[in-house]
């Protein structure tokens, strides 16, 4: 794969470039928060984040999204038949995504798109961006990418990753679609200083992730007996169940299916849902399988950390981005959760 | 454009998108009239190939405006041209499917799910305990076993059905046929009833189970009911000799989509949409009792 050096100039005539084949998303500062935002005329992404508040995966599944329209118009001979909607399919190119957040597409695809089923909506969204991200020169301190299977400068998940070189971005292609971007961009081949700059880079940040969370037991650990393991009690003592977490995390991927009628005219749409809330799992009948909040936070971890780990042997479905750990009111801390989970020897 | 997924380089259908179908018959099976059938006709006839399905699978009906419920599929493959399902009033679909009328236009997305393994059943005696309204895959299943193509394949077949009163027994009319018929002994049982002319059993399922006494040698069992009907027939399956192995059981969860992908009813690892509702007793005591 290749790389080049631009200068910053360089880097931003090459975005004004892009816009001609791409819609542009980047990252934006929404109130007192950076989140991913479509940049609108020539308006440049905010380079100088620590990370987004949301994550970007809203890009590929939205917050709420039409999936079917219907009309129950009387008159009309095709009333309460739902009828597909024309979907957007324009490219998009998304710069600045953190690795992290790159690299949680991949683990989130195995569900929306296997061999058994596929989500048309998800593909679509998916195949629609294109990901230029920007390595973590500065990790936060709740980062913990390097401990799950990632890295500050993990181009696994990217079709291009950027190091900030000051002056200049060293950029490699991660992916073909990168390399033919990359190629047909401005920019000169790097140097062996240049090289050695970024590695150092990489080396720096790496270092800087205090961290260190071990999974390597999940795998073997016997699922009921992490299921009935006693510091669940402790672990979901102080959750308020307010669902923060599952807003927040880049692999979280459950969705609710709702109508919505207006007049005579509906939509058939999916969003988000969370499985911190009862509603989630609450029978016809009354009958809840995790109606206690026990059930649920444990459900959570166990889906990332265990459940997803025996299913896909993909690894933990957690990119360490450290967002829930950051913005959880009641300080509970995945980093330490999956520590118990790791290291639990039933009796 | 129209987004389809493409499997094998073929466009196929959007696994979300309901068949139109007509409600062509409601049938009010319940003296509480809480559970009805309803039988339903393609709108377009092509679609009843594509909605190949096997006993034991269920479906979304789809009633625009109101939203989607998941719901064991009654009749049979064997029985062309229409769909069965019987249902619960519970919630707000259902309330909403019960009002509806003969003529009307839903939906219905499937089929969905696992079914019960008939194919190793093959040759076998087959047992089918069921309760209350947990019958109707059930219906589907003996429907299935009973069709002249298939009877022989089948050793003997045993079905120990109850509800709470005469009144609250489903497929009244089938049940009276098939208890009649030779090929299949079925033992019809209520929990209680004041009806003089009642011929058939009274007592629990559990119980009525006990002193039929099915053999299991060379058998498998389908178990369908409430959970206090499973929690109490599941020891004296075992005390007859069924292997967890050959103890079959359906399970409901909530749901949405319906393929796997929406997350709520997950049971552990395996999802009761995608990888059930169908599962053996053995690898239900695998996994955590989230259902």
New interface residues.
């Given amino acids: 794969m290749i790389e080049k050096i631009l200068s910053k100039k360089e880097f931003n005539d090459w975005l004004k470039e892009l816009r001609k084949s791409f819609e542009m998303i980047g990252p934006k500062t929404q109130g007192e928060q950076i989140d991913f935002a479509p940049l609108a005329g020539d308006s440049a992404p905010e380079l100088s984040f620590q990370n987004s508040r949301l994550s970007p995966k809203g890009f590929v599944q939205p917050a709420s999204e039409k999936?079917?329209q219907?009309t129950?118009n009387p008159e009309d001979p095709e009333?309460?038949?739902?009828k597909?909607?024309?979907?957007e399919?324009s490219s998009r190119l998304v710069v600045g995504i953190r690795p992290c957040d790159a690299r949680a597409f991949n683990l989130v695809q195995l569900?929306?798109v296997n061999p058994?089923?596929?989500?048309?909506?998800w593909?679509?969204g998916r195949e629609r961006l294109t990901l230029m991200g920007l390595g973590c020169s500065n990790p936060c301190s709740t980062c913990f990418c390097t401990s799950v299977g990632g890295g500050p400068f993990d181009g696994s998940g990217l079709d291009l990753l950027m190091f900030d070189l000051d002056q200049d971005y060293l950029i490699q292609a991660c992916s073909e679609n990168g390399e033919a971007l990359l190629k047909a961009g401005p920019g000169k081949t790097s140097t062996e200083e240049d090289q050695k700059k970024a590695a150092q880079l990489k080396t720096k940040a790496e270092e800087s992730i205090a961290a260190q969370v071990s999974t390597d037991h999940l795998k073997d650990q016997p699922?009921?007996g992490l299921?009935n393991a006693p510091f669940w009690d402790e672990v979901q003592f102080a959750c308020i169940n307010c669902g923060t977490c599952t807003y927040l995390c880049p692999t979280c991927?459950?969705?609710?299916?709702?109508?919505e009628?207006h007049g005579l005219e509906?939509i058939?749409m999916?969003n988000w849902?969370s499985?911190m809330y009862p509603l989630?799992?609450?029978?016809?009948?009354g009958?809840n399988?995790?109606g206690e909040k026990v059930?649920r936070v444990r459900?959570r971890f166990?889906?990332k950390l265990?459940?997803?780990v025996?299913?896909y042997e993909n690894g933990v479905a957690c990119v360490g981005c450290g967002r829930c750990v950051q913005f959880c009111p009641v300080n509970i801390d995945i980093r330490r959760v999956c520590q118990l989970m790791n290291d639990y020897k039933a009796n | 454009m129209i987004i389809r997924p493409i499997r094998g380089g073929v466009v196929v259908e959007n696994p979300y998108l309901p068949y139109p179908v007509r409600i062509d018959q409601v049938i009010t099976e319940t003296e509480d009239r809480n559970l009805k059938t309803f039988k339903f006709v393609f709108l377009n006839p092509e679609d009843e190939e594509k909605f190949a399905y096997h006993p034991g699978q269920f479906a979304e009906l789809s009633i625009a405006g109101k939203g989607e419920i998941p719901i064991g599929i009654a009749s049979s493959p064997t029985e062309k041209g229409f769909l069965l399902f019987t249902v619960n009033k519970t919630g707000l679909v259902t309330t909403f499917l019960h009002n509806m009328r003969e003529g009307e236009i839903m939906g219905v997305r499937g089929p969905l799910g696992n079914w019960y393994p008939l194919d190793q059943m093959e040759g076998k005696n087959i047992v089918i305990v069921a309760g209350g309204f947990a019958f109707t895959t059930l219906r589907s299943t003996i429907v299935y076993l009973l069709n002249p193509a298939n009877r022989s394949r089948f050793k003997d077949i045993t079905v120990i059905y109850g509800a709470r009163t005469p009144g609250m027994l489903i497929y009244k009319d089938e049940l009276a046929a098939w208890e009649a018929r030779d090929d299949i002994k079925v033992h019809i049982t209520v929990d209680g009833t004041d009806d003089p002319d009642w011929k058939y059993n009274i007592g629990f399922v559990p119980a009525i189970t006990e002193k039929k006494a099915p053999s299991s040698q060379d058998a498998f069992a389908l178990v369908c009911g409430p959970p206090i009907m499973i929690k109490f027939t599941q020891p004296v399956l075992e005390k007859l000799g069924f292997s967890s192995e050959r103890i079959i059981m359906s399970l409901e969860n909530r749901m949405k989509c319906g393929i796997g992908l929406c997350g709520r009813c997950s049971v552990g690892p395996e999802f009761v949409c995608k990888d059930g509702p169908v599962f053996t007793l053995a690898k239900l005591n695998t996994l955590p009792k989230e259902y």
């Fill in positions: 999936m079917f219907f129950v009333a309460h038949i739902l597909e909607i024309l979907q399919t569900n929306f058994d089923i596929q989500d048309p909506w593909r679509q699922l009921l299921f991927w459950c969705f609710d299916i709702q109508d009628v509906g058939r999916r849902d499985c989630f799992t609450l029978h016809g009948s009958h399988p995790r059930q459900q166990m889906h265990k459940y997803y025996d299913k």
